[in-house]
Structure formats: C-alpha cells, structure tokens
C-alpha cells in the first residue's frame, strides 16, 4: 500500500504522462528531426552510428532551438540520471546515453524509463520520502528530498511535454497557409 504523499506524486506523473501519450500517437522520425530554426541542437549519428545529442557546457546564451528528438533525448539522460543515482547505486555520464535512432524507439525508452520510475515511487514510505541519501549522488539537486526530487521529474516532464507539443503544433503547421 502506498502512502498518501506517494499516491499524490503517482497521479501527477500519470497526469503528465497521458499528455505525453497524446503527442507521441503520431510521432514519427521526421519530425522528431526537423530542426525549427537555424540554430538548432538535436541528435545524430556520429561515426560508430550511435545517435548523440548536441550539447555544451556552459550552456550558450541564447540558447539554441531543439527539435523533439533532443527533447526526447534530454528526458531519458535526465530520468536514466534520476533512476541511476535515487534507485541503482549510479548512472552513466551524459555521453553515455544516446537516443535510440527513431521515434518508435524513444517512445519505448521513455515508456520504460517511466514504468521503472513509477515502480520505485510505489515502494516509497514516508522516510524515503523526507530523506536526501538517495539523492545525494545527484549531478544536480543532491541535497533535495527524494519528494522534492520526483516532484521535479513530473514537472519537468510536463515541460518537456509541453516543448514537444509546440515543436509537433509548429512542424504540422509550417507548410499550411
């Protein structure tokens, strides 16, 4: 049985989630490929043919325009980071984790990403949830609540939900007059 607080953390994610589900039913490679302006990061296939995400750090300012597959990207380095760090003892570097190549294949990595999350969350008590030791390993973040913390993810997977919709609402409507 969950607690009460877990139970609240768990809707939210499933609220999230459906809003994701809605704009991945017609996700296909090419748009989550088509760059909306110029100056734009997204994934591609580097040398080995692994499917790497265009980043820097510091972060430029402006920062650049994203397509969908780096939005997709950026939910599974964050949430495989998350995973990694509250649940598995630690996560790959960001370097390490590359898009899947389609977006049929990231769909199922997000899905999986998401049921693993929500399996820890449903085993969480009271405790786990008002302590920072599984956070503490954390990139970002480490001296957070594990509550704070999968507040968080949910909020920045709506975020991330939300880019992803304007970035499918201006990619069908750029060629209509």
Same mark, same amino acid.
């Given at each position: 049985?969950?607690?009460?607080?877990?139970?609240?953390?768990?809707?939210?994610?499933?609220?999230?989630?459906?809003?994701?589900?809605?704009?991945?039913?017609?996700?296909?490679?090419?748009?989550?490929?088509?760059?909306?302006?110029?100056?734009?990061?997204?994934?591609?296939?580097?040398?080995?043919?692994?499917?790497?995400?265009?980043?820097?750090?510091?972060?430029?300012?402006?920062?650049?325009?994203?397509?969908? $597959? @780096? !939005? #997709?990207?950026?939910?599974?380095?964050?949430?495989?980071?998350?995973?990694?760090?509250?649940?598995?003892? &630690? +996560?790959?570097?960001?370097?390490?984790?590359?898009?899947?190549?389609?977006?049929?294949?990231?769909?199922?990595?997000?899905?999986?990403?998401?049921?693993?999350?929500?399996?820890?969350?449903?085993?969480?008590?009271?405790?786990?949830?008002?302590?920072?030791?599984?956070?503490?390993?954390?990139?970002?973040?480490?001296?957070?609540?594990?509550?704070?913390?999968? $507040? @968080? !993810? #949910?909020?920045?997977?709506?975020?991330?939900?939300?880019?992803?919709?304007?970035?499918?609402?201006?990619? &069908? +409507?750029?060629?209509?007059?």
């Amino acid at each position: 049985m969950t607690v009460p607080r877990t139970e609240l953390l768990l809707r939210q994610l499933d609220t999230a989630w459906a809003l994701f589900e809605y704009h991945l039913k017609d996700l296909d490679d090419a748009a989550c490929l088509w760059e909306p302006a110029p100056h734009c990061w997204t994934v591609r296939p580097d040398e080995r043919g692994r499917w790497t995400a265009d980043w820097q750090a510091p972060e430029p300012d402006p920062l650049p325009a994203v397509t969908i $597959g @780096w !939005v #997709t990207w950026h939910i599974g380095y964050w949430w495989t980071t998350v995973l990694g760090h509250c649940f598995r003892g &630690g +996560a790959p570097a960001r370097e390490e984790i590359a898009w899947p190549g389609s977006a049929a294949a990231a769909a199922a990595w997000l899905g999986g990403l998401k049921d693993a999350w929500r399996a820890e969350l449903t085993r969480l008590t009271d405790a786990d949830l008002d302590s920072a030791e599984r956070t503490a390993g954390l990139p970002w973040g480490g001296e957070m609540t594990l509550a704070d913390v999968a $507040g @968080w !993810v #949910t909020v920045e997977l709506t975020k991330n939900v939300a880019e992803i919709g304007l970035l499918r609402t201006l990619y &069908g +409507a750029r060629n209509r007059t």
